[in-house]
């Protein structure tokens, strides 16, 4: 399995407390990603990264943050945590696309937040 | 990225040929298919993946209509532990123009049980 661990692994919080979620990679794999999995709605993109301090928004980015300041830590952060971000958070990494073979994604074991 | 239409749910008999189809009929020819699984709980798995060839490696086989419209992957002899959520995706290795990532667009998938 490839080298990817998220932390912590369940997280209970209340509205309005910030959070952050971390994901450590020891593949130097230069690109990660943050998904969200809600029921009905499949993993769906927040951010992502494609080098230290390069970051960009995904599909639904809004009320979350991300930071590279190294290649193997990506964090995301929720500002004010809502009801609405109670979900199951999945850190993805993988090699440039287009770099490889195969450009598969490589995934943690997720994160279950429950924001009351 | 094309979208895909897969059967919410299938069964299949512990050390039969599970055939998951996916029909993707607006690809386009760059498009790669890509196959994923979710076993419950987990983060997704990346199972193999084409481009018009049929595909073969130690866990799957993907069989890709001429037309490329659908595709087929094939477990060859289930188990117990192939019972997960299936995705397959379609999607280009590379975004065309910008800063180039490998975005990838889970639908529902199909909910694969595998019976004794």
């Known amino acids: 399995d490839a080298g990817i661990t998220q932390s912590p692994r369940h997280k209970v919080t209340e509205t309005g407390t910030p959070v952050t979620l971390r994901c450590h990679q020891t593949e130097n794999h230069r690109y990660m990603y943050w998904y969200r999995q809600d029921p009905g709605h499949g993993l769906r993109l927040i951010h992502y990264s494609y080098g230290v301090k390069d970051t960009d928004k995904g599909e639904v980015s809004d009320g979350y943050s991300v930071s590279r300041s190294k290649t193997e830590d990506f964090l995301l952060t929720l500002e004010s945590a809502t009801s609405s971000q109670t979900s199951v958070y999945f850190c993805?990494?993988?090699?440039?696309?287009?770099?490889?073979?195969?450009?598969?994604?490589?995934f943690g074991p997720g994160t279950r937040l429950t924001v009351l | 990225d094309a979208k895909t239409t897969q059967p919410p749910s299938m069964d299949c008999a512990e050390g039969r040929a599970a055939n998951l189809p996916c029909n993707h009929s607006?690809?386009?020819?760059?498009?790669?298919v890509y196959w994923y699984r979710q076993i419950h709980s987990q983060g997704p798995q990346y199972i193999i993946h084409g481009l018009k060839n049929n595909e073969t490696n130690e866990m799957a086989s993907l069989i890709i209509t001429e037309d490329r419209k659908s595709s087929t992957l094939i477990l060859p002899h289930a188990t117990l532990r192939d019972t997960a959520v299936y995705y397959c995706?379609?999607?280009?290795?590379?975004?065309?123009?910008?800063?180039?990532?490998?975005?990838?667009?889970f639908g529902q998938g199909t909910i694969l049980t595998v019976h004794p």
């Open positions: 607006t690809i386009s020819g760059n498009e790669y």
């Open positions: 993805a990494i993988s090699e440039p696309p287009g770099s490889g073979p195969n450009n598969e994604q490589f």
């Open positions: 995706i379609v999607r280009v290795p590379k975004n065309a123009g910008g800063t180039s990532y490998g975005k990838l667009t």
